[in-house]
């Protein structure tokens, strides 16, 4: 059976341990508990193990160093749910930037600063899956530190995660979310409506944006047999999803074809009606 040798225990679920001088981090139920540096841990103990890649070696030795081990073992540990319940592996650049972010937060908190996450509402419909484990996460974290981090957080966390499974950066992640906050705000104003995030008439509307984005997006728009009629009953309705794709196309350099018009339109007579 394979034996891994502890060099350092961060919490009673993560140690960081060496096999043929390879250092990895380690996750599994009680993996740390009553651990000490040179004692060994059988495979069948594990549920996750995490290989330091030299593309990020480096940075992540430093967090090693200037991060409480703490943080780097509630990291690991909500690194391991992800992908367990995603049944993906994540980016290895999370094990930077997860304790890094939960540093900083922990010490906002500490110092009475509070930084407000305005796509809360958004994020909760974008991500589903990703916000439901950071609200898990957000949890893990509180009772492990016996803190009250901010609802706030959860976003934050979502998008850590989101960034993660599809490899790409937090800023783009924000920044996908913002957009769509924006046409969200442009559906409002040319409608005179205002809406309440958490309202079902907001989510659908933010489903179907989206929706509309990543067929555009990836070529895959759907032929819309009720466009000539829309054009005639909906005229109103058409013109505005007009201005609306000309958001669409600016935010996120994109053509959007005219069914996609179409059902925008259809979507706004729905909206109008409510």
């Keep these: 059976m394979e034996k891994y040798t502890v060099q350092k225990v961060l919490n009673n679920n993560v140690v960081l341990a060496q096999k043929n001088h390879e250092d990895l981090i380690l996750v599994g139920k009680g993996i740390g508990f009553n651990s000490r540096k040179g004692q060994t841990v059988s495979k069948d103990r594990i549920e996750s193990i995490f290989t330091k890649k030299s593309s990020i070696s480096n940075n992540f030795d430093t967090v090693l160093r200037n991060v409480d081990q703490r943080i780097i073992g509630i990291s690991e540990e909500i690194i391991s749910l992800c992908e367990r319940k995603l049944d993906i592996k994540l980016n290895e650049v999370m094990h930077i930037s997860l304790p890094d972010h939960i540093n900083f937060a922990l010490r906002r908190v500490k110092e009475g600063?509070?930084?407000?996450?305005?796509?809360?509402?958004?994020?909760?419909?974008?991500?589903?899956?990703?916000?439901?484990?950071?609200?898990?996460?957000?949890?893990?974290?509180?009772?492990?530190?016996?803190?009250?981090?901010?609802?706030?957080?959860?976003?934050?966390?979502?998008?850590?995660?989101?960034?993660?499974?599809?490899?790409?950066?937090?800023?783009?992640?924000?920044?996908?979310?913002?957009?769509?906050?924006?046409?969200?705000?442009?559906?409002?104003?040319?409608?005179?409506?205002?809406?309440?995030?958490?309202?079902?008439?907001?989510?659908?509307?933010?489903?179907?944006?989206?929706?509309?984005?990543?067929?555009?997006?990836?070529?895959?728009?759907?032929?819309?047999?009720?466009?000539?009629?829309?054009?005639?009953?909906l005229y109103n309705e058409y013109d505005l999803a007009i201005k609306i794709t000309i958001k669409i196309e600016n935010l996120f350099s994109v053509k959007v074809p005219e069914d996609e018009i179409g059902y925008i339109a259809l979507h706004l007579k729905r909206l109008e009606e409510i």
């Design 113 to 233: 600063i509070k930084i407000e996450n305005p796509f809360l509402q958004e994020l909760v419909v974008l991500y589903p899956k990703e916000y439901k484990l950071a609200e898990k996460s957000l949890d893990m974290i509180n009772k492990n530190f016996d803190i009250k981090l901010p609802e706030d957080e959860i976003g934050f966390i979502c998008m850590h995660i989101n960034a993660a499974v599809n490899k790409e950066k937090v800023g783009d992640v924000m920044n996908h979310t913002r957009k769509i906050t924006q046409i969200m705000d442009t559906i409002s104003k040319l409608l005179k409506k205002k809406f309440d995030k958490n309202s079902l008439e907001y989510i659908r509307t933010v489903t179907h944006i989206n929706f509309v984005l990543n067929r555009v997006i990836n070529k895959k728009t759907v032929k819309n047999y009720l466009l000539d009629n829309i054009k005639k009953e």
